[in-house]
């Protein structure tokens, strides 16, 4: 019977920390779409640079305003992103909006621990 017990407080204990590493990883993913709205910023601590390319609306939209305002942008991102120790993959609703153009995308983000911080390697956008 004890063993029971022990089993079951591993597994919530487990489940626990994977979620609470999951809400980490997706707050880094918001953190990897501002910067990627953002021209010339410092990008390199949150993903590469085919990645903030791909993001980054000046690139692929035509009229896309060069200052980003944060009160146009919305994003939603799933509860619990998929993850397995070093590498993780985030499902993004990216939505911007300032009245001229407006986009609202969906936006998977691979990602992978380096050094610490959850880097996005990869990135796959869906109109």
Known sequence: MKKKIYIYIFIFFFILCYISVGHMISGQAKK????GMKPNLEYQNYMTE??????????????????YNPAHHSYKSNLIPLHFFFTASVTTYNYYNNGDIGFNEKVIIKMNLKK????????TIQA
């Open 32 to 35: 990897v779409l501002e910067a």
């Open 50 to 67: 085919d990645v903030y390319n791909t993001i980054n609306p000046s690139n692929r939209i035509g009229g896309y305003e060069d200052e």
């Open 116 to 123: 610490g911080k959850w880097i996005a390697t990869r990135v």
